[in-house]
């Protein structure tokens, strides 16, 4: 089912792409670095330094289906990404990124809110991307992809006294391809991705407890754009689906065992790009929304402990500076 979705997408893509080849021609102009499609040529550096402000809520459900409580989550991230390329078609690349604060409310149904906060690296990830294809000699360019993150950081939730950490709590792997066109006044590009998320350990500080998550696998269709208005301003839209598996949790000090049933996550992003020195320094206004599918917590054992969230978005605003070395 996923790959006949993937493989219509892709169709739609190279469709839409090709026309545009047949009206506008292949672009042998420079890589644009806020294009969809960017890959850094042979010795440039290429980093995207940016802040991002996201906020998010859902209401909680208990095994009655009676709503017992919601919950308000803001951070604030600063992020960092560079690239470099070995050779006109081959890149690597290094993501990092710092939550300066991230403050979640729980707000009970007739209780006192409490609210426990967060902060701290990200795990980082190591990535690189092959182009199979250029456009400049063939009709679309076609890449591939590979990123890893390690466990760099201990997961530890938030108490009263001591924040938390924003880790992961265990390894990545990101399996991806693109395919698209640069055109003269548009680019479109189509994205799949394979998540693997290993078992990953989340320690509760408030009990002392242990969580492990089995590993799993999810997955992401894609589809960004970018319009090019003139030489100077330019608009990205985008949009993206993640599918999420259900995956196993296991509490090492209780022994209690549940099915965590995450929802499925749709995105849609835009940005808005000024380039004040051509094609070497862009600023980006940027916006992304996630819908989230209602996503529950089973326990086989103990269905009173049965949860749902249900009604959770998030609304992510920040802005990005691309640069790229001569």
Same mark, same amino acid.
């Given at each position: 089912?996923?790959?006949?979705? +993937?493989? =219509?997408?892709? !169709?739609?893509?190279?469709?839409?792409? @090709?026309? /545009?080849?047949?009206?506008? &021609?292949?672009?042998? *102009?420079?890589?644009?670095?806020?294009?969809?499609?960017?890959?850094?040529?042979?010795?440039?550096?290429?980093?995207?330094?940016?802040?991002?402000?996201?906020?998010?809520?859902?209401?909680?459900?208990?095994?009655?289906?009676?709503?017992?409580?919601?919950?308000?989550?803001?951070?604030?991230?600063?992020?960092?990404?560079?690239?470099?390329?070995?050779?006109?078609?081959?890149?690597?690349?290094?993501?990092?990124?710092?939550?300066?604060?991230?403050?979640?409310?729980?707000?009970?149904?007739?209780?006192?809110?409490?609210?426990?906060?967060?902060?701290?690296?990200?795990?980082?990830?190591?990535?690189?991307?092959?182009?199979?294809?250029?456009?400049?000699?063939?009709?679309?360019?076609?890449?591939?992809?590979?990123?890893?993150?390690?466990?760099? +950081?201990? =997961?530890?939730? !938030?108490?009263?006294?001591?924040?938390? @950490?924003? /880790?992961?709590?265990?390894? &990545?792997?990101?399996? *991806?391809?693109?395919?698209?066109?640069?055109?003269?006044?548009?680019?479109?590009?189509?994205?799949?991705?394979?998540?693997?998320?290993?078992?990953?350990?989340?320690?509760?500080?408030?009990?002392?407890?242990?969580?492990?998550?089995?590993?799993?696998?999810?997955?992401?269709?894609?589809?960004?754009?970018?319009?090019?208005?003139?030489?100077?301003?330019?608009?990205?839209?985008?949009?993206?689906?993640?599918?999420?598996?259900?995956?196993?949790?296991?509490?090492?000090?209780?022994?209690?065992?549940?099915?965590?049933?995450?929802?499925?996550?749709?995105?849609?992003?835009?940005?808005?790009?000024?380039?004040?020195?051509?094609?070497?320094?862009?600023?980006?206004?940027?916006?992304?929304?996630?819908?989230?599918?209602?996503?529950?917590?089973?326990?086989?054992?103990?269905?009173?402990?049965?949860?749902?969230?249900?009604?959770?978005?998030?609304?992510?605003?920040?802005?990005?500076?691309?640069?790229?070395?001569?």
């Amino acid at each position: 089912m996923l790959s006949k979705k +993937f493989l =219509a997408l892709a !169709a739609a893509s190279a469709a839409i792409s @090709t026309q /545009a080849f047949a009206q506008d &021609m292949a672009s042998d *102009g420079p890589r644009i670095i806020s294009d969809p499609l960017y890959l850094p040529l042979q010795g440039q550096f290429f980093g995207a330094t940016g802040y991002t402000y996201g906020s998010s809520s859902q209401d909680i459900f208990d095994s009655t289906g009676t709503k017992s409580a919601s919950t308000d989550v803001h951070f604030n991230q600063m992020s960092q990404t560079i690239l470099y390329g070995i050779t006109d078609d081959l890149a690597v690349s290094f993501d990092w990124a710092n939550d300066l604060s991230r403050d979640a409310t729980r707000h009970p149904v007739g209780g006192t809110d409490v609210t426990r906060s967060s902060s701290g690296w990200t795990d980082p990830e190591f990535g690189l991307t092959y182009r199979v294809m250029d456009q400049r000699e063939s009709p679309l360019t076609f890449d591939v992809r590979a990123n890893y993150s390690p466990d760099a +950081f201990p =997961a530890k939730t !938030a108490t009263a006294d001591d924040e938390g @950490t924003v /880790a992961r709590g265990g390894q &990545m792997v990101d399996l *991806g391809a693109t395919l698209g066109h640069e055109g003269p006044m548009f680019t479109v590009a189509a994205k799949v991705d394979a998540l693997w998320l290993d078992t990953r350990d989340v320690l509760n500080r408030s009990s002392g407890d242990t969580n492990r998550t089995d590993s799993q696998w999810n997955y992401r269709l894609g589809l960004d754009t970018q319009t090019r208005l003139n030489d100077v301003v330019s608009f990205n839209v985008g949009a993206g689906h993640t599918f999420t598996n259900t995956a196993t949790v296991f509490n090492l000090t209780t022994g209690l065992e549940h099915f965590s049933q995450g929802g499925d996550v749709t995105d849609v992003d835009a940005a808005l790009n000024y380039q004040f020195v051509p094609n070497t320094l862009v600023a980006s206004l940027e916006y992304q929304h996630n819908f989230y599918q209602n996503s529950r917590n089973l326990f086989p054992t103990s269905p009173a402990d049965n949860t749902s969230i249900r009604n959770k978005d998030e609304d992510l605003v920040g802005v990005t500076l691309r640069y790229v070395t001569p």
